[in-house]
């Protein structure tokens, strides 16, 4: 059986340790211990995204706490950032899975405007940062949040503003008839 003594003294190390880091890991403002911000700075300088906004999809009284971060892309409009994302996407090899202009190949189309994940900025961006299941790796931590962005753009310049899912071969628009 351990003496008292000696529990007692390695509890308190412990405890010391956790502070001595705690107060070196400058959290210490008022409410450092309660939940973690939406969006904060790591020590390398880099943000960490916990949340991105879904507002078509939260469920009844969540997020409670935390607000949801709305992301902005911040290269959007931005024609050389667009150049850039057109050669990233062929660098990080994207062009194997969703095809030369996005057509789709092994992975989805790019190209027709329908995503499955939703297709504002922010959504893109999650794909792109988390991966997707079934095939889609994750880049978050590979590669930098504005390499990214700028992919964010690319990829959604592909579709031209239109959705090809409902024109014909001429270009032209199909109505949609039916029940």
């Not at 190390?13 to 001595?20: F, P, S, Y």
């Not at 400058?26 to 969006?39: C, F, I, M, Q």
């Not at 050389?80 to 969703?98: K, T, V």
Request: with cysteine; aromatic share 10%.
């Amino acid at each position: 059986m351990m003496p008292r003594r000696f529990i007692l003294r390695t509890a308190l190390g412990v405890a010391l340790v956790a502070a001595i880091a705690w107060w070196r890991s400058g959290t210490r403002e008022a409410g450092a211990l309660s939940a973690p911000s939406v969006s904060q700075v790591n020590a390398s300088g880099h943000d960490t995204i916990r949340f991105v906004e879904h507002p078509d999809t939260y469920p009844i009284g969540w997020p409670s706490v935390d607000k949801p971060l709305a992301l902005a892309n911040p290269f959007e409009g931005n024609a050389s950032a667009l150049s850039m994302g057109a050669q990233l996407y062929i660098a990080y090899n994207c062009i194997d899975c969703h095809g030369a202009g996005g057509s789709g190949s092994m992975g989805p189309s790019l190209a027709d405007g329908r995503w499955h994940f939703g297709g504002r900025p922010a959504e893109v961006f999650e794909s792109i940062y988390q991966g997707r299941p079934a095939g889609m790796p994750a880049w978050g931590g590979r590669i930098g949040n504005n390499q990214i962005w700028m992919l964010v753009s690319y990829v959604r310049s592909l579709n031209g503003g239109r959705d090809v899912s409902t024109e014909n071969f001429t270009g032209r628009t199909v109505e949609r008839t039916g029940h």
